[in-house]
C-alpha cells in the first residue's frame, strides 16, 4: 500500500489542499536519515532545541520534495518541492499513522509496561513467527515518535502486528493507542521504574492502562501490577467489560497458577495449573526477570489458543534478545559492528545508519545473510537492499548463504564501481575460503539472521581479546547530552569536552556520536589529541586549551582553535601566525576569575583588546573563564563573583577588540545548579559521562562507562594463611578467594587494596582482599560459592557508582575514569 502526497494531504486534513501525485513510501523524521529521498516525506518535528524546519533547504538539496510543516511556516524558494501544512507537525505523524493502521484488519498485540516490553516483544515474535508474517516495532521504539514509525511498517502480507507502547508524561498514552489500536493487550510489568512526568506510581500505572481500553484479550501478571492497579475489582472501569483477562500468579488464584519452580542446570522447570489441569514447561533461563517474561509470553500464547506441547516445543528454542550493537576494534585496524538483534529490513537501516554515523570518512563493508521470512518478493527485497547500499556509500559487500546467492544479480548488476561483491554459500564457507588479510581500516557490519551464526565471524575478526573491557554506552551519553541540552535555551551553544581520551572513553568513537548529534564545539587538552580527531574525519570546531609553540604548526595545518591564557602565548602565536601570514585565525581567550589556573587577568582585558585590535592576526571566537566549585552550595557566592568578573572582562574586552564573541563559563554542575550562568554557550564534561557531581540537585543521567573484568582462578584458603604481597591479606576463617584480571597497571588504584575497595559480582559487593596486584587483584568470595572461573566481574558501572568506587580510593569520580589504562579494551554499545 503506498499513498500519494494528496491523499496524505487529505488524511492529516493539510490547508490549502496540495495536488500531487508522488507516492510516499518512507517516513523521515530525522535529516540525517535520507535514503530515498523522492519517496520519502519530511515531518518538520521540532522539540525545545531543535526546529524541523531549518532541515529543510539541507533536505532540499539532497532530493526530498515532500514536506509536512507547521502553518506558519513560510515557503520560499523551493521549486517542485510539496509543502502539507498543518497547526501540529507531531499530530499530523500520528494521524497518518493511525489513518494507516485503521486500513488493516489483523490482529495487533500492543505491549507495554515498565521493563520488558521489547524482550517479550522479540520473544513473541520467535514464538509465532512459524505461523505468521509478523510485523514489529524495531527495536525500542515505542514513544510518540517512534509508535508511528513502526506502525507505518504495517503492509498487506502481515498477519500479525506487534507494537510496543512507551510513555514519559500523563496523556501520551491515548495518543498511543489511536495509532496502535492494539486488538490483545500485554501489560509486562508496573515496577516504580522513572517517573519523573507523574504526580506518583498510581497515576501512571492507569495511564499505561489506557492502551488495552478497546482490547479483547488481556494478558497480565498479578504479582507485576499489584498495589497499582486493580484490572478484575475496581478498575474494571479502563476495559471493555467483555475483554477476557489471561492473569498468571504465584501466590494467588489465577487463569495460569505458578506452583513450583526448579532450577535444572541452564534450565529452569516450571509447574503450573491452568484450566483445572497441571502442566510443566522448562525454560532456558534461570534468572527471575527472564522467567517472568516467558510466562507473560506462553500467557499469550494460551490465549491464542496454542497447547502446552507446542508452547513447550517453542520456548525451549527462545533466544536472548541482545539489542546492542556491540562496536569492537577489529584486526588491522578495523572495527566490527555486529547486530545479532534481527534481519530484516528496518533492523538493517537502523544498523546502517549506525554504521554510517561511526565509519565517518572510513570505508565501511557490509556482510549479510540471507534476509529469511521477510514475506516480501526475493528479487524486489534484494535488490532494495542493494540500492540502499548505493545510497550509503557502502564499499564492499559480502552475501553469505543460498539465498542471497541466488539473488546475486541484484548487487553484482549495480557495481559500475560502486561497490564490490562477493558471495558464499554458507558462514562455514566464508571463515574457510575469505582469509582476514583482506579486512583492514574498514568498517563492518555484520547483519545475520541467527542460524547463519555471525558471532564466529565476530569472534574471527576480532582483536585478542584483554579479558578486562571497558563498556562504553553510547546510547546512554546521548541520553545524558539531552538531559543537559534540556536545561538550555534553545539559542544557547554547547561545547563539549573530550579531553583525556574523553575522560578515558575513548576519542575518535565518543566525538562522532557528538558530531552526529550535532553539538557545538569539542575541546581538548592538547594538539595531539585534536589531530586524532581530526584524522578520524572530526570536522565539528575544536578548542585546545593548552597549546604551546611546540604544537602551533598543527594547529593551522588540522584547523584547531587555541586557547589564549597569557601574553606569552599571545605573542608567541601572534609571532606564528605573522611568519606564516596568516590572519584572523580564530582563538579563544581565557580570563582567570579565581581557579588560579590558567589565564588572562580580568585587569589585562584592555591591553589585551588593543594587541588583538590593532594586529588583527587572531580573530576572537569565544572568551571564557572555568568556575572552582561551580557544584558546591558553600561557594555559590564565590561563584557568582566568578561570573561578575567575567562579565566585566568580557565587556572590557567587547569595547577593545569591536565585535562580539561567544561567552561561555558554565561547566556540567553549573548548567544545571544554574540556569543564569549558561551565557551562550555552556562547556559540558563529566555529565555527558553519566556523573552528576552537583550538591543537592539530582539529574537523571545513565551510566556511560563500565569496567569490567573476570574471574582468572578461584581457590579454598585456610584459616590463619595470607593472600598476596606483604601477607596482608589475613583470613581468620576458611575462606573462597577469587583471583581477577585487572590491576593497579590497568587503572584499579593501589589504595583500594585490603578491603577498601569493592566488587560487584552476581547480585553482590565483595571486597577485596590483600594489596592490589600490578595486574591481578584477589577478592574475598566466601558468601559466592557458585563462582567459576571465567564469571564476569564488575569493577565499577551500573550497579557500583564510579563515584563509590573513587570515595573508596580517596579521590574523585574523574581521576577513577581516567585513569583507566589503556590496555583496558574499549568496547563501545548502543542500544
Ligand atoms: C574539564 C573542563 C570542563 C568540564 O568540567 P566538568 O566538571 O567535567 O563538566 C569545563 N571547562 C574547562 C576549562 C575544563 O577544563
Aim: hydrophobic letters at 40%; one cysteine or more.
Amino acid at each position: 500500500m503506498s499513498y500519494t502526497v494528496t491523499d496524505i494531504a487529505k488524511i492529516i486534513n493539510a490547508q490549502p489542499a496540495v495536488s500531487s501525485e508522488a507516492r510516499i513510501e518512507h517516513l523521515l523524521i530525522d535529516s540525517r536519515k535520507v535514503v530515498f529521498p523522492e519517496s520519502a516525506l519530511f515531518f518538520a518535528i521540532s522539540g525545545p532545541r531543535r526546529d524541523g524546519h531549518s532541515f529543510i533547504s539541507e533536505l532540499y538539496t539532497r532530493g526530498v520534495r515532500s514536506f509536512v510543516v507547521k502553518k506558519e511556516y513560510e515557503v520560499n524558494a523551493f521549486p517542485d518541492a510539496f509543502f502539507l501544512k498543518v497547526d501540529n507537525v507531531l499530530t499530523a505523524l500520528q494521524q497518518l499513522a493511525a489513518f494507516h493502521r485503521a486500513q488493516f484488519n489483523i490482529p495487533v498485540i500492543g505491549i507495554t509496561g515498565s521493563n520488558g516490553k521489547t524482550i517479550v516483544k522479540e520473544w513473541l515474535f520467535q514464538l509465532l513467527q512459524a505461523d505468521h508474517t509478523i510485523v514489529r516495532s524495531p527495536r525500542s521504539y515505542n514513544s510518540q515518535v517512534g509508535v508511528p514509525l513502526s506502525v507505518w511498517q504495517i503492509e498487506e502480507h502481515h498477519t500479525l502486528a506487534i507494537f510496543e507502547a512507551g510513555i514519559s508524561t500523563i496523556g501520551e498514552m491515548d495518543k498511543l493507542e489511536q495509532i496502535i489500536l492494539p486488538t490483545f493487550g500485554v501489560l509486562t510489568n508496573l515496577a516504580g521504574a522513572h517517573s519523573e512526568g507523574f504526580s506518583d506510581d498510581r497515576q501512571k500505572a492507569i495511564e499505561k492502562a489506557k492502551l488495552f481500553k478497546n482490547v479483547n484479550t488481556l494478558v497480565f501478571g498479578k504479582e507485576a501490577v499489584a498495589g497499582l492497579i486493580d484490572v478484575e475489582g475496581k478498575d474494571k472501569q479502563f476495559f471493555k467489560k467483555e475483554t477476557g483477562l489471561y492473569s498468571w500468579s504465584r501466590q494467588q488464584p489465577a487463569t495460569c497458577k505458578i506452583i513450583s519452580e526448579k532450577k535444572e542446570g541452564i534450565n529452569t522447570v516450571l509447574s503450573c495449573l491452568y484450566d483445572g489441569k497441571k502442566n510443566e514447561i522448562t525454560v532456558p533461563f534461570t534468572d527471575r526477570i527472564s522467567i517472568d517474561n516467558v510466562i507473560t509470553c506462553c500467557m499469550v500464547m494460551l490465549a491464542l489458543g496454542y497447547n502446552a506441547e507446542v508452547i513447550n516445543e517453542r520456548v525451549a528454542k527462545l533466544e536472548v534478545v541482545d539489542m546492542r550493537m556491540q562496536l569492537k576494534k577489529g584486526i588491522h585496524n578495523s572495527y566490527i559492528l555486529n547486530d545479532s538483534y534481527s534481519n530484516d529490513t528496518a533492523s538493517l537501516d537502523l544498523a546502517l545508519d549506525y554504521l554510517q554515523q561511526q565509519a565517518g570518512n572510513k570505508p565501511s563493508t557490509l556482510i549479510l545473510s540471507d534476509v529469511l521470512q521477510s514475506g516480501r518478493d526475493e528479487n524486489t527485497l534484494y535488490n532494495e537492499i542493494a540500492e540502499a547500499l548505493i545510497v550509503r556509500g557502502i564499499r564492499r559487500f559480502i552475501g553469505i548463504g543460498p539465498a542471497i546467492n541466488k539473488h546475486r544479480n541484484a548487487f553484482t548488476g549495480k557495481e559500475n564501481g560502486k561497490f564490490s561483491t562477493s558471495f558464499y554459500p554458507s558462514t562455514e564457507a566464508f571463515l574457510q575460503q575469505a582469509g582476514t588479510q583482506q579486512f583492514s581500516g574498514e568498517y563492518i557490519l555484520l547483519k545475520g539472521a541467527r542460524i547463519f551464526e555471525f558471532e564466529k565471524i565476530s569472534h574471527w575478526l576480532e582483536q585478542e581479546v584483554h579479558q578486562t573491557v571497558m563498556e562504553i554506552n553510547l546510547s546512554a551519553m546521548a541520553h545524558n547530552l539531552k538531559v543537559y541540552q534540556a536545561q538550555l535555551l534553545p539559542t544557547t551553544k554547547l561545547m563539549a569536552m573530550v579531553k583525556a581520551f574523553s575522560y578515558g572513553s575513548g576519542s575518535a568513537e565518543v566525538a562522532r556520536l557528538l558530531q552526529f548529534q550535532k553539538v557545538d564545539y569539542l575541546a581538548v587538552a592538547y594538539a595531539d589529541e585534536g589531530v586524532e580527531l581530526r584524522k578520524a574525519g572530526i570536522s565539528l570546531p575544536i578548542m585546545v586549551m593548552n597549546a604551546d609553540s611546540a604544537g602551533f604548526d598543527a594547529l593551522v595545518t588540522y584547523g584547531l582553535e587555541p586557547e589564549i591564557y597569557s601574553f606569552q602565548v599571545y605573542h608567541a602565536f601572534h609571532q606564528f601566525l605573522t611568519q606564516q601570514g596568516l590572519q584572523q585565525f580564530p582563538v579563544h581567550i581565557k580570563f582567570n576569575t579565581g581557579m588560579n589556573r590558567l589565564g588572562f587577568e580580568v585587569t589585562e582585558a584592555g591591553e589585551l583588546a588593543g594587541y588583538i585590535k590593532s594586529r588583527q592576526t587572531m580573530a576572537v571566537q569565544s572568551v571564557f573563564s572555568h568556575l572552582v566549585a561551580s557544584e558546591s552550595a558553600e561557594h555559590d557566592g564565590f561563584t557568582r563573583q566568578q561570573v561578575t568578573l567575567f562579565e566585566n572582562a568580557c565587556r572590557e574586552l567587547r569595547r577593545g577588540i569591536g565585535y562580539t564573541f561567544i561567552k561561555h563559563i558554565a561547566n556540567s554542575a553549573a548548567i544545571h545548579r544554574n540556569a543564569a550562568y549558561q551565557f551562550d554557550m555552556v562547556r559540558l564534561g563529566i555529565g555527558l559521562y553519566g556523573v552528576d557531581t552537583g550538591e543537592g540537585s539530582s539529574v537523571s543521567l545513565e551510566t556511560v562507562a563500565t569496567l569490567k573484568t573476570t574471574v582468572a582462578q578461584v581457590r579454598k584458603v585456610k584459616a590463619g594463611e595470607t593472600v598476596g604481597y606483604g601477607r596482608k591479606g589475613r583470613v581468620d576463617t576458611d575462606s573462597l578467594i577469587a583471583t581477577v584480571r585487572i590491576g593497579y597497571a590497568d587503572g584499579y588504584s593501589r589504595r583500594l587494596g585490603n578491603g577498601a575497595g569493592k566488587m560487584f559480582i552476581d547480585n553482590r559487593l565483595v571486597p577485596v582482599i590483600g594489596n592490589v596486584c600490578m595486574d591481578m587483584t584477589m577478592l574475598d568470595v566466601t558468601d559466592l560459592p557458585n563462582l567459576s572461573e571465567g564469571d564476569t566481574v564488575e569493577v565499577f558501572g551500573r550497579n557500583l557508582a564510579v563515584q563509590t568506587v573513587a570515595d573508596w580510593a580517596g579521590t574523585i569520580a574523574y581521576e577513577i575514569m581516567t585513569g583507566v589504562s589503556q590496555r583496558v579494551k574499549r568496547v563501545y554499545v548502543e542500544e
